[in-house]
């Protein structure tokens, strides 16, 4: 099998990592302080507001420095926010601070934001 028919292959093993890390989260995550975690509190708009700025950061420079077509660099850009997302929540299940299904959620909004945002303004760009 050659390198471009491989591709394929390599982004369904990796979705499937992070959707299997993502369910570790969730599943590990205690429910602690489930009666205090707010959809609307202010941590959610650092998680979302971060998550895009590394989406849109990890798109820009798949395709600008690696020179991936945009609908690769969306997925990478996608995929590098959803897993530093899932590397926090994973870290605080450990112990190591609050884990939140909450948190994730606008993780993973904020992940669609920054690369669906930058995938546009680049399209509209050309």
Known sequence: MNAVATRPLLRARAAQALLGIALAIFLGAGQARAAEDSWTGTDKWYHLG??????????????SLLDQPPPCAFWIGWGTAVSAGATKELFDAMGLGDPSWKDFTYDLLGALLGAGLTWAIDRALE
């Open 50 to 63: 971060f998550s895009t700025g590394i989406a849109s950061g990890a798109y820009l420079g798949a395709h």
